[in-house]
T-cell receptor
């Protein structure tokens, strides 16, 4: 069973630039969620994708956008990067459903904005 | 507004003893509660969950207790082992229209199990 994989593992960008982070979901999982974890904080929900459609969004501005592909892999795009976007970005896959379908997380992408 | 709170940023326990990690929540619409463990440079790993209609769930060395009236849950690890040293996150889920399972996380508790 292949777990959730994310790329790249680390990334350094300059304020104002754009970034794309990638995620391959665990085999058999068709729902992908993205979370942002700032230093010393718990992960915060950005959005979730199911059947290539956004299916729930947290309190993040529109410059955070995403895609899900037919093979269930996903991308997170962030435009006009700000210093506060520096964080660990976690992708998680799951079966569709409510809270009894645990999320399986990747190891994350560490984004540093300078 | 922090809907899920873990007020102890760290906890130190001796090997073989019980570790008790606590979590409080404010949103009465949460219907599932989950605990995740996170090692450095890895993503969170699911440990155990509990439905809001239950008050206890046990899985091996891990037991989660839920007190709905107090809006409080706890994770008990018995016996604690050095490999349990990690950051533990409490998370909660509420039903969303259109489906989906957005998790709201606490800020985590760093558990250190000492020899």
């Amino acid at each position: 069973e292949t777990g959730v994989t994310q790329s790249p593992t680390h990334l350094i960008k300059t304020r104002g630039q754009q970034v794309t982070l990638r995620c391959s979901s665990q085999s058999g999982h068709n729902t992908v969620s993205w979370y942002q974890q700032a230093l010393g904080q718990g992960p915060q929900f950005i959005f979730q994708y199911y059947r290539e459609e956004e299916n729930g969004r947290g309190n993040f501005p529109p410059r955070f956008s995403g895609l899900q592909f037919p093979n269930y892999s996903s991308e997170l795009n962030v435009n006009a990067l700000e210093l506060d976007d520096s964080a660990l970005y976690l992708c998680a896959s799951s079966l569709p459903g409510t809270g009894n379908s645990p999320l399986h997380f990747g190891n994350g992408t560490r984004l540093t904005v300078t | 507004d922090q809907q899920v709170k873990q007020n102890s940023p760290s906890l130190s326990v001796q090997e073989g003893r019980i570790s008790i990690l606590n979590c409080d929540y404010t949103n009465s619409m949460f219907d599932y509660f989950l605990w995740y463990k996170k090692y450095p440079a890895e993503g969170p790993t699911f440990l155990i969950s509990i439905s809001s209609i239950k008050d206890k769930n046990e899985d091996g060395r891990f037991t989660v207790f839920l007190n709905k009236s107090a809006k409080h849950l706890s994770l008990h690890i018995v016996p604690s082992q050095p490999g349990d040293s990690a950051v533990y996150f409490c998370a909660a889920s509420a039903y969303q229209t259109g489906g989906g399972n957005k998790l709201t996380f606490g800020t985590g508790t760093q558990l250190k199990v000492e020899l």
